[in-house]
């Protein structure tokens, strides 16, 4: 599978993170902003064993969000989950503060599987668990929650994708096999910044050089705009600016034929170079 703590566990991309949650939560929990927390927890004793969690956020509400990526099946993995949220529940206590009043913070722990629980429910590939009453089928208590995700179930094909959740859920099961962004995906940013991400995942240590160049060629050419600007407003010398302007523009034009070239898709070229999809679509 893709490195989905490549994708998921950095605050420069955690735009990614949060749209994905808010589409497997369903309007049922929104996220507006999550600040990535230290993913090493001990128990309260040194004794105790340490837990790591994949990834673990916080949101602007104070909502802690633990996301775990699981690739094989194991036997006790559901109970492991109850552990993580178990530790980082008690973690909340406040033993310094004798007036502390056992108010807690919502826990919503996430996680991917790449394999299924068992044959039952074989069309139901989302499973939300929350403590609720067994007789009246309410919920008990809404501050502990738990979305399992069980990718193999997800069968819908490009063609059924609708909802922001069938795009995330398709990518993250297909991404590794497929050649390009499926077509429904590309007007979203969201799905165009994966999708390049999971390109650089697997990039070739050749093919990473050069997309590692085309990105010094982007900040270099912004700086050097800025500084034609700065020294033609300095200087009054409005052709060395242009000049300057137009060198930078033949650079990024002939970095986006290179790469157009090794087969990158036209709308990932003009984020990194800046150029319209159109102008890079002349390019030969």
Known sequence: MVSFKYIFGSESRKKLLIDFLNAVFKGRKVIRDLTFNNPNHKGMRKENRKTVFDVYCTDNKGGKFIV???????????????????????????????????????????????????????????????????????????????????????????DELETNEDGWLYSLRNMEILDEIPV????????????QLAEVINLSPEDMNAYQESLKIKRDNYSALESAELRGEQRGQKQGMEMERAKAEQEKREMAVKLKTKGMHVEEIAELTNLSIAEIQTLV
Request: hydrophobic share 40%; glycine share 0%; charged share 30%.
């Open 184 to 195: 429904p995906l590309r007007k979203k940013k969201v799905f165009r910044e994966l999708y």
């Open 68 to 158: 775990e990526i699981q690739q094989a099946s194991q036997r006790f993995f559901k109970d492991r989950i109850l552990y993580y949220s178990a530790n980082l529940i008690r973690e909340q206590g406040k033993s310094v503060a004798p007036d502390w009043n056992y108010r807690l913070p919502e826990v919503y722990v996430v996680a991917l599987m790449d394999f299924s629980f068992d044959h039952t429910h074989r069309n139901q590939y989302l499973h939300d668990v929350r403590l609720m009453d067994v007789v009246t089928h309410t919920v008990f208590y809404d501050k502990l929650r738990y979305i399992f995700v069980e990718l193999p179930k997800f069968k819908k094909s490009v």
